[in-house]
Nanobody
Framework: QVQLVESGGGLGQAGGSLRLSCAAS????????MGWVRQAPGKGREFVAA????????YYADSVKGRFTISRDNAKNTGYLQMNSLKPEDTALYYC???????????????WGQGTQVTVSS
């Protein structure tokens, strides 16, 4: 089992930045691929970004490419999502996810956190 706890969400302004963190415990986090998935109000879940266990490979949704950066620190069992140039359409509940396979398909991830809310005002 892997337990994931997100933090860093809150209210941001359009054009601003926020940084999300994901603290992992349980099974060895460094062996897991991790990612971020979001769900906007009234919409389905959407893949945002993913990173390999070593951090050498990353995937991004087209909607966030060039604005968001995913990273991880295996020594701290923590993952991050740096969000720059925020847009109102980035407003969503952001989930940290991990799994054995790196994928842009959010259903591929076995473990999910509770989520952290990000709200971007225009």
């Amino acid at each position: 089992q892997v337990q994931l706890v997100e933090s860093g969400g809150g209210l941001g302004q359009a054009g601003g930045s926020l940084r999300l963190s994901c603290a992992a415990s349980g099974r060895t986090f460094s062996c897991s691929r991790m990612g971020w998935v979001r769900q906007a109000p009234g919409k389905g879940r959407e893949f945002v970004a993913a990173i390999s266990w070593s951090g050498s490979s990353t995937y991004y949704a087209d909607s966030v490419k060039g604005r968001f950066t995913i990273s991880r620190d295996n020594a701290k069992n923590t993952g991050y999502l740096q969000m720059n140039s925020l847009k109102p359409e980035d407003t969503a509940l952001y989930y940290c996810v991990t799994g054995v396979r790196m994928s842009t398909d959010y259903t591929a991830y076995n473990y999910w956190g509770q989520g952290t809310q990000v709200t971007v005002s225009s």
